[in-house]
């Protein structure tokens, strides 16, 4: 499995992002999947997770209201909205597969699988 995450930048705070994450394979329906990031100095952390189906997500508290996991089984694409952004957010975000499990927590090692990650930089 690979992946491949586009749509990070450079914005002010307030502004909102897409970040996108293409997998490769004929299976992903059954991927669970997930967002991580990890900011310079700090230990990777979970960001948000959706089921295979689409049906079941989960946030981090510091995200929640704020961004939106979805999927497109169709394009075997997982994309996170961000809307309000804030300096905190800045980060390099990664996406994350865990194939053939209906849906993966906010726990890095559930993933075995993961992107190159794209960079979001939030100025004040």
């Known amino acids: 499995v690979q992946l491949q995450a586009s749509g990070g930048g450079s914005v002010q705070a307030g502004d909102s992002l897409r970040l996108s994450c293409v997998a490769s394979?004929?299976?992903?329906?059954?991927?669970?999947m997930g967002w991580f990031r990890q900011a310079p100095g700090k230990e990777r952390e979970f960001v948000a997770a959706?089921?295979?189906?689409?049906?079941?997500?989960y946030y981090a508290d510091s995200v929640k209201g704020r961004f939106t996991i979805s999927r497109d089984n169709a394009k075997n694409t997982v994309y996170l909205q961000m809307n309000s952004l804030k300096p905190e957010d800045t980060a390099v975000y990664y996406c994350?597969?865990?194939?053939?499990?209906?849906?993966?927590?906010?726990?890095?090692?559930?993933?075995?699988?993961w992107g190159q990650g794209t960079q979001v930089t939030v100025s004040s």
């Open positions: 959706i089921s295979w189906s689409g049906g079941s997500t």
């Open positions: 994350a597969a865990d194939p053939g499990r209906y849906y993966s927590g906010s726990y890095p090692p559930e993933y075995d699988y």
């Open positions: 394979g004929r299976t992903f329906s059954s991927y669970a």
